[in-house]
């Protein structure tokens, strides 16, 4: 089976960081620094969960940064060009080594990331780390790269501007100037950086007076192309310039640590022909191993798949597209524009809106709100089969609008200064802190990003755009809805995206050409959304349409079965009328007694509104104490107010663990699963509250114990809050 790839992004400096200083322009001691460590087999699982398929650890490679690490062996940096006290992670100064501020222990630093690997892999994930080929720092030096390795820059025949042999661009007879840098701080009091003769700076800079905008910090690497030949670019391949030998040898040496891809930084500053060679090389050792590419030029796109590439950001197309329809800057019919450029290329095409170069959603530079990202993400996740990204705290709402030190106020996460990240640190770190809106936004990303892999219509299925034959009417907005089909086999998903800040009523047409294209015939359907769990009963007719309402800034995952009549497809119907808080504390009741007496579910329980009974077969008998601690945190967890959801999978996608037994055996093909929170998820067919602090208190009226059979029963009641 193919997955459809969802990334989550993290930059690991920040991530498990839990000092909330937060000074502005603080040091790593006032502010502190997440390490490798604090990715946890319990935080990554929680990663996982999100429905996570590829964690992209940001800033691993060791960089440039005001940080004395002299004490072990590292190079100190001239403050002069390093920007942020942490310095940008884009600035490696050493591509062998592992950064010394995510280390618990600096000197073992590489085997803490290799700890980190396996520990990833084992929560189920693989791994992408940067790749930073245009450019390194301005005192690069790699002090641990492998014997016999030399170093880039070393044998430069530093009086030529350009030769095909060098490592590096220089301008001969001129020093390097930083007159129009400006300096403050640690930068002020520093000893003048001296660079003769200078070297040109990585945006394609090539002379020796960068200026602020410019990204003066970082030299360019020379791929044997000539910018300034008096004739245009030139290019001198051949023989192989040794940065295309240094520079595939360091890919190989991270491909050796298990790493499972690269994300390749401003890769259409490089040569197309150096990635053909590189990536072939890899893939003759690692055949598995993916590259990702940051190419903004679209006209470029195709060049860069012929040359290797698995997927590329499609940041000027769809990410600018539906940012503007968040924004309202943009009708939402725009977007089918923007994919049927790249149809051809579509599943290569990386899907986002967020990650650590552009603003956080729900800062003030972007939609203002992090719910507007809703409907943004249900389109970026579940159009198509190509992959998707979301950037740590992105599903909590993280705003962006600290003012960190050199980064500025600017809707962005800090990747230069040291820092902790509001929604993240809540997010892992103090989840009690979280508010209920964050609670809900969670829940939102984690029901979508899991349908990625969870619905064969999502992960292989066909699309069908619906926006063509659904124009702006009195019954259909299509600056504001975005309306698609997902298909494979017999289900079919009907989604609609809402881009609005208030619920609209939509009539959405399926024309005759989407029968025929998915294979559809004219029917009677019963359709549940994904997202709510609501039923909508729906004639499937040719051009004809479908009523519904779609909420907020979200929308509806409308799944139904082509080969099952209506009165038929009725989901595992439920026979009891239990009373919803007390069926709801029965689930968050059998995980406790789960995790406190290491029994399983119970399989004897009697669920009423003024009083329930349920039996559990444990090795003891518990004591009044333990009574009172079951008692105590059920109330702790219920005053969480842990959203419960509803996922629903087919039977060959049941999360590890699940068991069926509990379902009656004319259950469908298509399971319910109800997730409390993180804390329990359970196949269920009964009626439940919105969240836990809708239950009430739980108070125990009283207990038995059955010595020979060992069971331990549990009366209870909830009282309405």
């Known amino acids: 089976m193919k997955n459809k790839l969802v990334i989550y992004q993290v930059f690991t400096r920040t991530f498990g960081n839990r000092n909330l200083t937060r000074k502005e322009n603080g040091t790593k001691d006032e502010n502190g620094v997440g390490k490798m460590e604090d990715f946890s087999a319990a935080v990554l699982k929680r990663i996982h969960d999100l429905g996570t398929t590829h964690l992209w650890y940001t800033g691993v490679i060791r960089h440039a940064t005001q940080t004395d690490y002299s004490a072990f062996g590292i190079p100190r940096q001239n403050p002069r060009v390093v920007k942020g006290k942490a310095g940008s992670p884009y600035a490696i100064t050493d591509y062998y080594d592992i950064d010394p501020d995510i280390a618990v222990n600096v000197d073992g630093r590489m085997a803490e990331f290799e700890a980190l690997v396996g520990r990833t892999h084992k929560a189920g994930m693989k791994v992408i780390i940067d790749f930073v080929p245009n450019h390194v720092a301005r005192q690069y030096h790699s002090i641990v790269r492998p014997e016999g390795v030399e170093d880039l820059g070393e044998g430069d025949d530093t009086g030529r501007h350009f030769d095909a ?23 002020a009091r520093a000893e003048e950086y001296m660079e003769y003769p200078a070297r040109c700076t990585g945006n394609d800079r090539f002379d020796a007076h960068p200026q602020q905008n410019d990204w003066y910090e970082t030299i360019k690497l020379n791929y044997g192309v000539d910018y300034c030949d008096a004739g245009g670019q030139s290019h001198h391949f051949s023989p192989i310039p040794p ?15 298990g790493i499972d891809g690269f994300r390749c930084d401003m890769a259409e500053m490089v040569p197309h022909e150096f990635w053909a060679y590189a990536t072939g090389i890899v893939r003759e050792m690692y055949p598995s191993v993916i590259f990702i590419g940051e190419v903004y030029n679209p006209t470029l796109y195709r060049l860069f798949i012929r040359s290797g590439f698995d997927y590329l950001y499609d940041k000027v197309r769809m990410y600018d597209c539906v940012r503007g329809v968040m924004c309202g800057q943009r009708s939402a019919a725009a977007i089918t524009r923007e994919w049927q450029q790249v149809d051809d290329i579509l599943e290569h095409t990386l899907y986002f809106l967020e990650n650590h170069d552009e603003q956080r959603v729900a800062s003030d530079f972007f939609a203002g709100k992090a719910e507007r990202g809703v409907p943004g993400m249900i389109v970026s996740a ?22 960190e030190g050199f980064s500025g106020c600017d809707g962005r996460s800090t990747i230069f200064d040291y820092w902790t990240t509001d929604a993240v640190y809540k997010g892992y770190f103090d989840r009690q802190k979280l508010t209920a809106g964050q609670r809900r936004l969670e829940t939102a990303y984690k ?10 219509a999502v992960r292989e299925g066909q699309s069908f755009d619906l926006m063509y034959v659904n124009p702006q009417s009195e019954n259909f907005n299509q600056h504001r809805i975005f309306a698609f089909l997902r298909k494979a086999d017999d289900t079919v998903l009907l989604i609609a995206a809402n881009f609005s800040d208030d619920d609209l009523a939509a009539d959405i047409v399926l024309p005759a050409h989407a029968f025929d294209f998915l294979q559809i015939a004219e029917s009677e359907v019963e359709m549940t959304d994904l997202l709510t769990s609501a039923r909508l009963r729906a004639r499937l007719r040719k051009d004809g349409s479908i009523r519904m309402t779609i909420p907020a800034n979200g929308g509806r995952i409308y799944k139904f079965n082509t080969k099952m009549a209506t009165e038929d497809y009725v989901l595992n119907e439920h026979n009891k009328e239990e009373f919803p808080p007390a069926h709801t504390a029965e689930h968050l009741l059998n995980q406790l007694m789960i995790r406190m007496f290491g029994t399983e579910r119970s399989k004897n329980a009697h669920i009423e509104r003024k009083k329930s009974k349920i039996s559990y077969v444990l090795d003891h008998k518990p004591g009044r104490k333990e009574e009172k601690a079951i008692e105590d945190e059920m109330n702790r967890l219920i005053a969480e107010d842990m959203p419960v959801t509803y996922e629903f999978v087919d039977r060959g996608h049941l999360p590890e663990g699940i068991s069926l037994d509990k379902l009656p055996e004319d259950a469908s093909e298509t399971i319910r699963l109800v997730r409390i929170g993180d804390y329990d998820v359970c196949p269920c067919i009964g009626r439940h509250v919105r969240s836990t602090a809708q239950i009430g208190r739980f108070e125990m009226l009283g207990t038995n114990w059955d010595e020979e059979k060992h069971s331990f029963r549990i009366r209870f009641k909830v009282v309405p809050a």
Not at 165 to 187: H, K, M, R, T, W
Not at 243 to 257: C, G, R, V, Y
Not at 447 to 456: P, S
Request: charged letters at 25%; hydrophobic letters at 35%.
């Open 165 to 187: 042999a060098n490592n590096f661009y220089y301008c001969p007879g001129e020093q390097l100037d930083l007159s129009s840098i400006p300096v403050d701080g640690d930068a």
């Open 243 to 257: 940065t295309w030998k240094k520079m595939t040898d360091i890919l190989l040496f991270w491909a050796s640590k």
């Open 382 to 403: 579940l159009f198509h089969r190509n992959p998707v990204m979301v950037y740590a705290g992105q599903e909590f709402g993280e705003r962006g609008m600290d003012k």
């Open 447 to 456: 029901t979508i990003l899991r349908l990625c892999n969870g619905e064969k």
